[in-house]
């Protein structure tokens, strides 16, 4: 496949995916469209909330990034680790975390899955794998590589994967943790998302680096540039960087490209991209593009039509049941300061 | 004088110090071409150009050593840390190296540099963007740190801190950005000097020694403890915590005999427990009660508004704490 430019007015997908010919089922293209969906409905949801002020300080959606993460999902095994960003709610949404028990989280309430204590730069959920999302740039990445380990010295088969932005790879702890990593062939996966932006700075403004991949292979690495808007292309990366790790060949790293379709957060005023740029991308996001094979599956419309209409049903409730969700107890605010 | 905002008076400091000193550039995430997260570096890079406002990658202990070796070689580099929480990732570069450098080496080497960016609660940002740091920095002998309240010691101390040999750390609350006040006209070069605490309500009944955000919530609470209760408390506002100006808290205290230290951070290990000690090392006999801090509960800011309510301790925790100490 053509390698899209990593310019910001280039496209974050090549035009020309090839449609059809993939390795996964109608059926489970199906499903992952609706989680998709799901994902989508959700931040769009989210983003109502906050413009509404019933969300306060910093939330970061992931509109135009779901190929990652529903790709990710359905490679891995339910048991492997999680790390990820602030930006984060897609990836627990695809691991399989309740969107009531999300929203209501990122809304504060006492139902959110820690409490309302974390909000939305901090999803976790151990009970799935996920091992946390994280407000400080590239803090998750060693935090990855340290369940790897735990995994290789405990002999289990569980491996890790972390998920970072293109901004974080100048963070000088990322590229401590590829060198041992790679030293260590650590069972772990580096999931580059590589959206173009670093908050509201283009990535060429601040690197004279323009392909990312090209890093990790400097450590050794086995390392691969791909079209992260296509689902089916980021599951085929990530179950091949799992059997490689699985089998004791070491990390893993996937640049995959994409584009955030929302701002850096609720709230951006976006004054640093033109509204072209964001339409030329429109074209390429992974919905669309999953849209378009599925239909290639000779997938009809209306199928289509009802899963969407079963997620918005699914996602007013969840949004129901967060607004509804009683506030927590004041006492909360000093528990978990130390675990017992 | 006229009325600006506070982030217009960060703002001219740094502008106005860029145009009397080619010494001084700006560096940090996202301050050049998109004017700074937060809008305090708005301008900057229009006037100056990007040799002079630098926008770098995520890399803040890469910059802030670079800062560091510009310092040393006859640079006056201003640090913008976008939270002020990522002094963490930075640690290093600041505490062991920065802070040090004078003193390590005789004398030889110094470093020039201001360190600023918005801290502290109140925007449901959570645990890893929203704390108070003054006390972390204040345990390092060899760097300042002074926090400002208004406009007019925000660009008054600011200046200072570009103008010192040292590093200083400059906080700027975020809740205090979008807050107005008198700032003097643009041709006037004025600095607040370092180690000058700053009377910002004068009473006799009690003396409440504070810095930054909760200067304004000191005030209110100031106000309503007058309106219902008669009371009448004089605040001040420390405006720099190294060096600390105990001469004019201790001066109040001679007038109230009661001392209330007040702060955002945890309460622990503060500086309001630096202040106590001392006023029982230096001047016992001022006290007609027993000196009291108040800061935050020793948690982690929490991300839901009633548990970051509760947490903080703003107004009503401080009319308690007065109303406690005066009953
Ligand atoms: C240590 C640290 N520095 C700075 C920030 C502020 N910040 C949050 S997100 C971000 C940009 C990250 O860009 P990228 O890694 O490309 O991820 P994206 O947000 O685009 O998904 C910055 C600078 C932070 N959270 N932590
Ligand atoms: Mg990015």
Redo the contacts with the bound molecule.
Sequence with gaps: MEQPSLRTDAPSSSAATDLGGGVLSTEQLLTMYRMMVLIRRVEESLLELAESGKIGG?M?T?IG?EGSAVGMAAALRPDDYLTC???GHHHSLARGMDPKRAIAEVLGRSDGFAGGKGGS?HFVDPSLGLMGA??????QVPHAAGMALSSKLQNQERIAITF??????Y?GVMHETFNIASKWKLPMIFY????????M?P?ARTSSVSEIYLFARAYGMESVQIDGNDVEEVYLAVTRAAERARAGEGPTFIEGLTY?LSG??AGDLETYRTSEEIEMQRQYEPLVALTKRLQAHGVADADLEAIRAEVEKEVEEAVDFAQNSPWPDKAQAYTDVYAL | MRKTTYIQAVNEAMRDEMRRDPSVFVMG??VGYYGG?FRVTRNLMDEFGPTRVLDTP?S?QGFMGMAIGAAMTGLRPVVE???M??FM?AADQIFNQAAKMHYMTGGLLNVPLTIRGQHGGGKRYGS??SQSVESSFAQFPGIKVVAAATPYDAKGLLTAAIRDPNPVLFLEHKMLYFTRGDLPEADVDYVVPFGQADVKREGKDLTLATFSFTVLQALEAAEELKAEQGIDIEVIDLRSIVPLDTETVWASVAKTGRLLAVHESQSNCGIGAELVARIYEEAPDLLKAPARRLGMAPVSIPVSKPLEEEVLPWKDNIKAAVLEMLR
């Design positions: 910093a970061h992931a990034h960003t602030y930006r730069m994280n407000g400080i740039v590239g803090a970072f932005g293109d901004g974080a790879i963070q580059c998302e590589n959206n173009r932006y670093s908050e700075t990535i955030r850096h957060m | 995430e996202d997260l995520i803040e840390l976008m939270y929480d990522f990732v890893q963007h």
